[in-house]
């Protein structure tokens, strides 16, 4: 089955510095793919769409020159947290499509301190 | 603006129970529905959409575009399907794959 996989698992960093989550496609090419972010006891929310080769499309509300997307190739999209603080603490989640069916990352958990 | 809406937070059953998750949404086009199922450390995981029409693991959702429900059933539960499980709603369109989910409710099926 499709797989995608999210680098680190887990985060922590300090308040102010920049962090980068990827997500990669590990056995299919998938030029769309998207970002959730989940809080604590809360659902996903989904922030942005990555697109191979061209601009992010970011969700209502999400500061695209805080979380930066990268889509350079059709396996990997990353994600930059820059000048993180304590209330970007959160899990977040990718996801591809193959098929027509979305398969999840297990997801990056962010602490800043 | 589209919503989905999952009452129920948590949901307690019995072993061979039957059980019925609820799920609502509002949009005003043809939306694609989905349920999700994310069991204990592991990843989140496609349990079934509405087009396929399909029995998965015992599970059935039926869509009833006049209540706008889309509630996920299983005549007899089992303790493996403990889990936390979303409802989702894709619209389509150029706006294909972005999902918007519901609140979640954790299922747990007792011996």
């Known amino acids: 089955g499709a797989v995608v996989s999210q680098h680190p698992s887990r985060v922590i960093c300090k308040s102010g510095t920049s962090v980068k989550i990827e997500c990669r496609s590990l056995d299919f090419q998938a030029t769309t793919m998207f970002w959730y972010r989940q809080f604590p006891k809360q659902s996903l929310m989904l922030m942005a769409t990555?697109?191979?080769?061209?601009?992010?499309?970011?969700e209502q509300g999400v500061e695209k020159d805080k979380f930066l997307i990268n889509h350079a190739s059709l396996t990997l999209s990353t994600l930059t947290v820059t000048s993180a603080h304590p209330e970007d603490s959160s899990f977040y989640i990718c996801?591809?499509?193959?098929?027509?069916?979305?398969?999840f990352g297990p997801g990056t958990r962010l602490t800043v301190l | 603006a589209q919503r989905v809406t999952q009452p129920e937070k948590l949901l307690s059953v019995f072993k061979g129970a039957p059980v019925e998750l609820k799920c609502n949404y509002s949009?005003?086009?043809?939306?694609?529905l989905f349920w999700y199922v994310q069991y204990s450390r592991q990843r989140l995981q496609l349990l079934l959409r509405h087009i396929s029409r399909e029995s998965i693991k015992g599970f059935t959702a039926d869509l009833n575009k006049g209540e706008t429900s889309f509630h996920l059933k299983k005549p007899f539960a089992q303790e493996e399907d403990s889990a936390m499980y979303y409802c989702a709603l894709s619209s389509g369109g150029t706006s294909y794959g972005k999902l918007t989910f519901g609140q979640g409710t954790i299922l747990t099926v007792h011996p």
């Open positions: 990555s697109n191979e080769g061209s601009k992010a499309t970011y």
């Open positions: 949009y005003s086009g043809s939306p694609e």
């Open positions: 996801s591809a499509i193959l098929l027509g069916t979305q398969y």
